[in-house]
Structure formats: structure tokens, C-alpha cells
């Protein structure tokens, strides 16, 4: 079984930083990719950004120059930098890992950016 912890959400004014981090533990092996996706209320569940094991990325139009992914492969953590965060960035946004054989999900962390 593979546990993820996400933490780094909160309440910001727009304009400001966050910065997300989701630790993956448990029965680890041959991880694909790590990213981030977000819910906002009433919408489907989108990508953010995402990163392969070779260090690809995938980074949604939305947030591009505004949000970076990065990723400790030693501590199998990922990281999203967000940066002049909007009130459309709120949403729920939730750490997925995906392995050659399985796809895991976070709990999700809550951001929510005032105006």
C-alpha cells in the first residue's frame, strides 16, 4: 500500500505564495510520475502539473510562470511552488502517484485565495 501526505495549503491573499509538498510512503516501486491536480468546487478535477521519474514535466496553460513542479526522488517527495496565486486558483488540489501498475491519490489540501 502507498500512503500520501500532502501538506502546505492555506489561506492567501492573491498575489502571494504557497508551496505544496506530498511525501509518498509504503510499498514504493517504479513510479511513473508524480503531480498535482485540483478540484474547484463545481468543476472536474484538472491537471496542475506533473512530473515523470526522468524529470519530464507537464504543466497546465493556467499556471504556467506561475507554478513550478520539483520533485526529491531520494525523499520520493513532490513539490508545486506556486506564485501569484489568483482567486481561480482556488480548489482542493490533491498529490498523485503513478506507479507501472496502480494510481494513488492524496486526501487533498485546501488553498484558497482571497481578492
Do not use: H
Request: net charge positive; with cysteine.
Amino acid at each position: 500500500q502507498v500512503q500520501l501526505v500532502e501538506s502546505g495549503g492555506g489561506l492567501v491573499q492573491a498575489g502571494r505564495s504557497l508551496r505544496l509538498s506530498c511525501a509518498a510512503s509504503g510499498n514504493i516501486f517504479s513510479i511513473n510520475a508524480m503531480g498535482w491536480y485540483r478540484q474547484a468546487p463545481g468543476k472536474q478535477r484538472e491537471l496542475v502539473a506533473e512530473v515523470t521519474s526522468g524529470g519530464s514535466t507537464n504543466v497546465a496553460d493556467s499556471v504556467k510562470g506561475r507554478f513550478t513542479i520539483s520533485r526529491d526522488n531520494a525523499k520520493n517527495t513532490v513539490y508545486l511552488q506556486m506564485n501569484s496565486l489568483k482567486p481561480e486558483d482556488t480548489a482542493v488540489y490533491y498529490c498523485k502517484l503513478a506507479s507501472s501498475w496502480a494510481v494513488y491519490w492524496g486526501q487533498g489540501t485546501r488553498v484558497t485565495v482571497s481578492s
